[in-house]
């Protein structure tokens, strides 16, 4: 029998794109899923040619959560411990820590860790459809896979606790209107819209890089301690190629061509 692979995957305009691939389970998370959606943003990483990464699901949702199916039917229980620090905690330090820009495509529904998942990517699109429910609380669990961290941070405290603590639907309107999302388009538009955006992002300068890890690291930093990395980024963002060529553009008025070094 041939199986489907379970992320499918495109590069084009240095843009790599991948698809959560288990249309008929709304993409729902398991750990082979999970290990392959890992290798594949670890190879991204070293690869000079992929200069964004966009991730998507298959079908009508974005992603699930954990399939819970998989769950139940594990022997003896889940190593709930064991299970994430192998399967998820990879996923979501691996999107946090790559120096290239990844994008959320939400194309449909966003449930439990398919947030959690969404919320650790750089930017998130959504397409008018879409739906985004921190699940976890409608079968007795706890925000992970991150989502207790970035929820509050993006969102605010208070309104991250109602989203959490009451589980609800929230519409890719009121995603917008919470800053959970920064654009929303229309079903049709979404990945082309996507891709421009990360074609945008690929030919950006080595600094977007930067700008990640510093802002990334601006949520745990006092004030002193972040004019510092500030003061680190910046030596390394000025000794750039990209910098002398931005520089040249804006002298000579044309348009900069980054090559990301
Ligand atoms: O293990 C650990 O380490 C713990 C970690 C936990 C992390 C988590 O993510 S916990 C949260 C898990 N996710 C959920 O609780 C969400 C469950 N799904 C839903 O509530 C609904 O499916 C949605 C609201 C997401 C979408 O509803 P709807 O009506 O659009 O679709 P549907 O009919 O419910 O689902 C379509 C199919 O996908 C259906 O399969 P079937 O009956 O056609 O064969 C459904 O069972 C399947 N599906 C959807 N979500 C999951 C799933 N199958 C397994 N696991 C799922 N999470």
């Known amino acids: 029998m041939v199986t489907e692979p379970l992320i499918l995957g495109e590069h084009r305009d240095s843009v790599l794109t991948l698809w959560l691939n288990r249309p008929s389970k709304l993409n729902s998370l398991t750990d082979e899923l999970l290990d392959a959606l890992c290798e594949r943003l670890t190879e991204a990483g070293a690869d000079s040619t992929v200069g964004a990464i966009v991730i998507t699901g298959s079908g009508r949702g974005f992603c699930a959560g954990q399939d819970l199916a998989v769950a139940a039917d594990a022997d003896g229980g889940i190593d709930v411990s064991r299970h994430l620090r192998h399967h998820y905690l990879p996923v979501v330090r691996c999107l946090r820590d790559l120096r290239t820009p990844v994008i959320a495509a939400i194309n449909g529904v966003a449930a439990g860790a398919g947030l959690s998942l969404a919320l650790a990517c750089d930017l998130r699109v959504a397409a008018e459809s879409a739906t985004l429910v921190n699940a976890f609380v409608r079968i007795g669990l706890v925000p992970d896979a991150g989502g207790s961290y970035f929820l509050p941070r993006l969102i605010g405290l208070a ?75 910046q030596v390394q963002a000025a000794a750039s190629a990209d910098f002398v060529e931005g520089v040249t553009a804006f002298l000579t008025k044309r348009p900069a061509h980054f090559t990301g070094r």
């Open 159 to 233: 309104r991250a606790l109602e989203m959490a603590m009451l589980g609800e639907t929230v519409d890719s309107e009121q995603a917008l209107q919470l800053g959970l999302v920064s654009r929303v388009v229309s079903d049709t538009e979404l990945l082309p819209t996507v891709h421009t955006l990360a074609m945008r992002l690929a030919r950006g300068p080595l600094s977007l890089g930067l700008i990640k890890q510093l802002f990334n690291q601006s949520l745990e930093n006092s004030f002193e301690q972040q004019l510092s990395a500030e003061e680190r980024a």
